[in-house]
Each structure stands twice: as C-alpha cells, then as structure tokens.
C-alpha cells in the first residue's frame, strides 16, 4: 500500500463513451502523474502536473484530458478512444525535494 | 539523465540461484538512482534507492544494488532466488530533485523463476 489509490481498477468502455480516471493520495505530495503502460512498450510519462499546474504534456492526443482540482486529486478524462488506447494507467505521486514516485495500483483499460 | 538500459528483457534463474538484473544508464551528473518492481497488473513498487552516500544499497525483499560510477551502472542482485520474486523490474534515473526532473526509465525486465 503506497498510499496512492486508484480507481476503478478495471475499465471497459466503448469508443463513443465517456469516463474519467481517478487518482488520489494524501501523503502531502506536490506532484502527480499519469502514466501509460502498454504491453511490450517502455512506460510513457502523460501528463505532470506541479502544485496542480500541468507543467508537462507529452504530445498526448486530445481525447485524453486531464484535471487536477487540488494537490490531493488527479483525474484523466477519456472520450472517443481507440483500440490502441488499451493500457494500464498509472498514477504516481512525488514529495517535493525527492526523487522517487509512488505509484497507485493501476486502472487497467480496454477500450471495445 | 539521458537514457536508462536494462539488459535482457526476461532473465530466468532458478529458485535458490542468484538473481542478477542489469542496469546501464547515461548521465552528465550525479544521478539518483532507482529499482522498482512490479507484479502482475499492480502498480510499481519502490524496491530501492541511491541518492548519496553508501554505493551499496539495500533493499525491501532482500534485494540490493550497488552504484558504480565508473561503470554507469546500478545492478540489482540477490542471493537466493525465491518464487515470489517473479515480477517485472525497472531501473530508472534522474538526475535531480527539483520539480522539472523526471524518472527515466528502463524498458523492464521479467523475472522467471523456475521451480
């Protein structure tokens, strides 16, 4: 338990639908990020995001959103996905000052 | 930090062997430097880290790694394999703390355990 929690767990959705990821921590972290991990590809950094400032955008297609309301929230809005969206997404969170990221457990996606 | 390689995408060691996972990385500084481990469809978990100090650093689940600068490496080892070691690992740098750092990382390496 890394005090990172996401939900939901699992997520099957349609190309026409709309849902959000959710992420959330209260461990005091100032920064929060998604991550994409697909199978047989390097983990892919999506989006950061500094005292609730997105401070990175790694050319991301539109049809993902992301919003950060507070320190503590993190969420990824997804609309009109592609197969290929398919994934594992992955939050992660950081202390100022450190280095390292703390993970949640991931909201495995398929997109039908 | 400009790249992290793992060597060898699985690595299959027999239970009660030594595990050894390799760790290259590319880096005009001092780095920080990082193991996590991965079982399936979880999230990654910190397994341990360099920042300062001691170059031989110890771990959860037995597990250590040592920092060698002249080498640009930071392999991961432990000396007897178990099978709930089975997992993915991944190696990954920055090359500061400051908030416009980020992790880079390795590609991941599975862990097969045989019985």
């Known amino acids: 338990e890394t005090g990172v929690t996401q939900t939901p767990r699992h997520l099957v959705m349609g190309m026409t639908n709309k849902k959000s990821l959710k992420c959330e921590q209260h461990?005091?972290?100032?920064?929060m990020y998604w991550y994409k991990q697909s199978a047989k590809k390097p983990l892919e950094l999506m989006f950061v995001?500094?005292?609730?400032?997105?401070?990175e955008n790694n050319s991301v297609p539109s049809r993902f959103s992301p919003e950060c309301p507070n320190s503590s929230h993190l969420f990824l809005h997804l609309h009109t996905l592609q197969p290929e969206d398919s994934a594992l997404y992955l939050c992660a969170s950081r202390l100022p000052g450190t280095a390292e990221a703390f993970f949640g457990q991931g909201t495995r996606l398929t997109v039908v | 930090a400009q790249s992290v390689t793992q060597l060898g995408s699985h690595v299959s060691v027999s239970e009660g062997a030594l595990v050894l996972l390799r760790c290259n990385y590319s880096s005009s500084v001092p780095p920080y430097l990082f193991w996590y481990v991965q079982y399936p469809n979880q999230g990654l978990q910190l397994l341990l880290k360099?920042?300062?100090?001691a170059t031989l650093v110890k771990g959860i689940n037995g597990f250590e790694a040592e920092f060698k600068k002249s080498e640009t490496s930071f392999h991961l080892t432990k000396p007897s394999a178990h099978m709930s070691d089975a997992a993915e690992y991944f190696c990954?740098?920055?090359?500061?703390?400051?908030?416009?750092?980020?992790?880079?990382w390795g590609a991941g390496t599975k862990l097969i355990i045989k019985p």
């Open positions: 461990l005091g972290h100032n920064a």
């Open positions: 360099y920042t300062t100090g």
């Open positions: 995001y500094n005292f609730k400032e997105q401070t």
């Open positions: 990954a740098v920055s090359d500061g703390v400051d908030s416009n750092y980020q992790l880079i």
